[in-house]
């Protein structure tokens, strides 16, 4: 079946280190891979997407490239800011279906 | 601000009580969905309205039950619930069901605590 596997959480950094937060998934076919974030008190939103393999999303410095070879989609930023203390979600869309399949999330917490 | 509004924002209930969830959009979204989020457990979907007919159940307990009077308003209605249905339950909508579906808006969700 389709899954979604995240890193445990929670997280916790300083302000400016460099953040991954690992997600891999099983999926037959091409499926869609996104991230989403949760800030607190909030729900989600849409962060970054890649639909082929190969694909690098991007949004407020986040990247993460869809690696077809380690079905991998993780989550990188260079710089990290308090304003980036939420909980994350990794999802995927498997091929020619309509519903997003969702990882458990990882809160990240950035300290000053 | 979304645009999808859950009220209430808390809510703690008996076991054998009754209560109902409430959402709202008016972005002009044809499809709308629950969401059940659990600590630590991936994101659950429950159920999917499309042009107010329900297209998606996801083997969700009878003892939730969903209800969709217009394209605007989404209702989920609880009773007899168990302490492990505990969760922040969110709502969110998007264009259509099966097209640009990764574009959902959330709400801010519900937190269901039962006692």
């Known amino acids: 079946g389709n899954s979604v596997t995240q890193m445990e959480g929670p997280v916790t950094l300083s302000e400016e280190a460099f953040l991954t937060i690992n997600c891999t998934y099983t999926?037959?076919?091409?499926?869609?891979l996104f991230w989403y974030v949760q800030y607190p008190g909030e729900g989600l939103q849409l962060l970054l997407k890649?639909?082929?393999?190969?694909d690098k999303g991007s949004n407020k410095g986040f990247e993460a490239t869809y690696r077809k070879e380690t079905t991998s989609f993780h989550l990188e930023k260079g710089s990290v800011q308090v304003s980036d203390s939420a909980v994350y979600f990794c999802?995927?869309?498997?091929?020619?279906?309509?519903?997003?399949?969702f990882g458990q999330g990882t809160r990240l917490t950035i300290n000053p | 601000e979304t645009g999808v509004t859950q009220t209430p924002r808390h809510l703690v209930m008996g076991m054998t009580n009754k209560k109902s969830l409430k959402c709202e959009q008016h972005?002009?979204?044809?499809?709308m969905y629950w969401y059940k989020q659990s600590a630590k457990k991936p994101l659950e979907l429950m159920f999917v309205?499309?042009?107010?007919?329900?297209?998606e159940n996801n083997s969700v307990p009878s003892r939730f039950s969903p209800e969709c009077p217009n394209s605007s308003h989404l209702f989920l209605h609880l009773h007899t619930l168990q302490p492990e249905d505990s969760a922040l339950y969110l709502c969110?909508?998007?264009?259509?069901?099966?097209?640009?579906?990764?574009?959902?808006?959330f709400g801010s969700g519900t937190q269901l605590s039962v006692l």
């Open positions: 969110a909508s998007s264009q259509d069901w099966g097209q640009d579906y990764e574009k959902l808006f």
């Open positions: 999926a037959t076919g091409y499926p869609s």
């Open positions: 890649a639909t082929k393999a190969d």
């Open positions: 999802a995927l869309r498997p091929q020619g279906a309509q519903k997003l399949v």
């Open positions: 972005l002009g979204h044809n499809a």
């Open positions: 309205y499309s042009l107010e007919e329900r297209v």
